[in-house]
């Protein structure tokens, strides 16, 4: 990795998920930081900044880990907000999320997402995918944001 | 229906019979006064022939007359001529005569005394010739000089002329009949023409009557067809818009249940991998003891934590939607309610949140009589009230409105508020089991707005939101004035 480390943004709002997540990433030797919010208001707020320019974002090397069914708005929200803005747009999005309709997996890849990855309901599926995401996480290159 | 027991179809055929009826009226008037024209004429002709018969008897008798008088003076025999050819022509008229007269009973004694004056004159005539042919000239024209002859001939002369007379009578009154008779089929076939132009227009009225009765049914029939059509596209719509909401309850539920139990499951294993380490670490692996101390004090704790919190929030999802469903099969039961008395109860309610935010609620103090469901009603407008209180800005005194309009059959109930107001993208969103929008600094579930929006409606009606983030909502219900007891029905069967 970079001189620079990079973090990882996780938007989730069930903090049970969002536990298990950071476990089985971490199990898969990812030891990068992992800042976790609750909901898309404050998410948006730690990428963008409260004025919504993104100027908190640069020179950031970041890797998003998205839901999409957040309480107080949709990932697709977070998604479009991201992509739009010059000093994120360049940050890979990997939607982690239950939703396994085909026309929302196609709308968010339409809108820049990177990964599309459902949230299998069986736990073993579960930890295993997370485990996956940590491997290929640890191969991954995430470039500096403008 | 049947042609015959139509109206239609017995005034024409009643106007149709008429119609041939005074059609043989005229024909049977027409035939009959043919009869009595022909009649006529014939008795005209006959009445000419005795004319002309009479005209010839006495004309033949002149003859005779001027024959025997040129004989009795020259004695010659070339003016006995004309007496002689008189003779038969005098006998043919007067068997003429009696045969015209043969036709009727009158006359037969004129004919008679005729026939009498007429042989008196013929004898005289023959006995003068007679002698003057003997040479007897004196004794002849003594027996003319005697008159005699003279007086059958004036018996003749006034026999015949009373029957020219009559029979010139005759001509004139029968002429005068037939003059009658065809003016009488004028009028007739005058009448009938008349009576069968006024059927005709009469058949003609009902034809185009019952053309524009059956235009008319036509019309209607296509507006109803239309309507029908209408109502199909209306009711297709309430039917996918239930289905979709079904759909949607059915993902959104599905969903919702899930990211519980993926927690219960995962921690459940957290859980075997923790017990794991502190087994083995009981079991006497002293290279265990750090791990085995993280697992008790740390991983099983929160894996227990995890697995109780999931499991209430599961139990809450489940109950809610459980009362949810109660929600959509308790039986409406339609009663007339008293809005402003509805709101002031609402307000009473909520008195004590509005005095801790420094807010006022407006209520109506009139507003039209409402038939509906009162529990119903009372949960939509005391959700939407409670939504609007718990949302206000921070930043400024608190101002609810509600707010009645009436349109015909329809009532509307606006709730504004000052408040927060909700983002465009979220407008749709907040009706959505399980979803809030805003910021998340408020206890709820996400189940207010649906169960609200299920039970519009089930009432007939629906709500919307209009609203601009930062300054302020309005939320409107809709609602049928007069909720029938069949249509909560019908709803609840779509819902269901």
Partial sequence: MTARPVSIVMIEDDEGHARLIERNIRRAGVNNEITSFRNGTDG??????????????????????????????????????????????????????????????????????????????????????????????????????? | MPFFSSAFARRTVTLLFLGVLALLLIVVAAGWLTARTSAHTAEVIRERDVRMVAGTIQTALLDAETGQRGFLITAENRYLEPYANALPAVREGLATLRGLYAQHDRGDERLDQLKTAVEQKLSELAETVDLAKTGRRDEALAVVKSDRGKAAMDRIRATLGGLISEAEDRVTERLADLNRASNLLLWVAGLGALLIVVFAAGAAWVVIQYTAELVAAQHQLQVANASLEERVAERTTSLTRANDEIQRFAYIVSHDLRSPLVNIMGFTSELEVGAEALKRYIGGDEQQADKARVAALEDIPE?????????????????????????????????????????????????????????????????????????????????????AVKYLARDRPGRITI??????????????????????????????????????????????????????????????????????????????????????????????
């Fill in chain 1, 44 to 146: 948006l707020n730690y990428l963008l900044g409260a004025d919504g320019s993104g100027e908190e974002s640069a020179q950031r090397s970041m890797l998003i880990l998205l839901d999409l069914n957040l309480p107080d708005m949709t990932g697709v929200d977070i998604l479009v907000k991201v992509k739009a803005n010059q000093h994120t747009k360049r940050s890979p999005v990997i939607i982690l999320t239950t939703t396994d309709d085909e026309r929302e997996i196609k709308r968010c890849y339409d809108l820049g997402a990177n990964v599309y990855i459902t949230k299998p309901v069986n736990y073993e599926s579960f930890a295993n995918a997370i485990q996956q995401l940590g491997l290929f996480l640890s191969v991954m290159q995430v470039p500096v944001t403008d």
């Fill in chain 2, 303 to 387: 894996a227990i934590r995890f697995i109780r919190a999931s499991t209430e929030r599961m139990d809450g999802l489940i109950n809610a939607i459980l009362k949810l469903s109660r929600e959509g099969r308790r039986d409406l039961n339609p009663e007339p309610i008293d809005l402003v008395k509805l709101f002031a109860a609402t307000a009473a309610s909520v008195k004590h949140q509005l005095d801790e935010a420094n807010a006022t609620l407006t209520v109506p103090d009139r507003a039209p009589i409402i038939v509906s469901d009162r529990l119903a009603l009372e949960q939509i407008v005391n959700n939407v009230v409670d939504n």
């Fill in chain 2, 403 to 496: 707010g009645v309009t009436q349109s015909p059959g329809r009532i509307g109930i606006a709730i504004s508020d000052n408040g927060r107001g909700i983002a465009e993208q979220d407008r749709e969103r907040i009706f959505e089991l399980f979803r809030r929008a805003g910021t998340q600094d408020r206890p709820g579930e996400g189940i207010g707005l649906a169960h609200v929006r299920a039970l519009a409606r089930r009432l007939g009606g629906d709500i919307s939101v209009g609203s601009e983030l930062g300054r302020g909502s309005t939320f409107r219900i809709d609602l049928p004035a007069r909720l029938h007891a069949k249509d909560s029905r019908l709803h609840s069967e779509v819902t269901k």
